[in-house]
């Protein structure tokens, strides 16, 4: 699916980055490499050269910086937690996630998921529930996430949210979807 949430759209155009800085110094490595192979070592002068171990040091340093910047500022645009406008609660089950409008008195209800044979034509097979999840449009979401009994993982790709639900733990993921849609 197409990004739906602002972070997803900064961890896509950070994927494109890093894919561009890698892909350009593979091309540098083949290059180097087809050459040595191609040519003739006749410039014995380098071989002592203070300035290109300098370079081949310092480069990579640079490249590393160029790769990481980005990567923590995505990191810490994940974790930031703005005043949520709505609280949801999922907790883990064996085979079934429960849910809790935190927000709202008596407000919970269960999602299994719909056996095969109970499938319409075009729905997909372990994604298809009995109640969906439904949040507003362009509003802060907190979601709590925890389990009854084993190791789960919430996830949503197409909203950059993926946390694990521990039982006894309760961690914490922010959500905003930018568009209406089925996630």
């Not at 171990?53 to 937690?81: H, V």
């Not at 999840?133 to 996430?145: G, N, S, V």
């Amino acid at each position: 699916q197409n990004a739906t949430s602002p972070i997803m759209e900064e961890l896509i155009a950070f994927h494109d980055h890093a894919l561009m800085i890698i892909f350009l110094i593979s091309s540098l490595v083949l290059y180097i490499i087809s050459l040595m192979l191609t040519t003739k070592l006749t410039h014995t002068s380098t071989m002592n050269a203070q300035e290109i171990e300098m370079i081949w040091t310092i480069l990579p340093a640079i490249i590393l910086i160029m790769i990481a910047l980005p990567s923590l500022r995505i990191l810490y645009m994940t974790d930031e937690f703005n005043k949520p406008y709505l609280t949801l609660k999922a907790i883990g089950h064996q085979w079934y996630w429960s849910y809790e409008y935190s927000d709202y008195e008596d407000l919970a209800f269960d999602s299994y998921i719909t056996p095969t044979y109970f499938l319409e034509p075009g729905e997909f097979r372990l994604l298809e529930v009995d109640n969906r999840t439904t949040l507003p449009m362009e509003a802060d979401i907190r979601m709590l996430i925890t389990s009854q009994d084993v190791l789960h993982s919430w996830a949503v790709p197409s909203l950059g949210v993926k946390t694990d639900a521990i039982p006894g733990r309760l961690n914490q993921a922010m959500l905003a979807s930018m568009r209406p849609g089925l996630f």
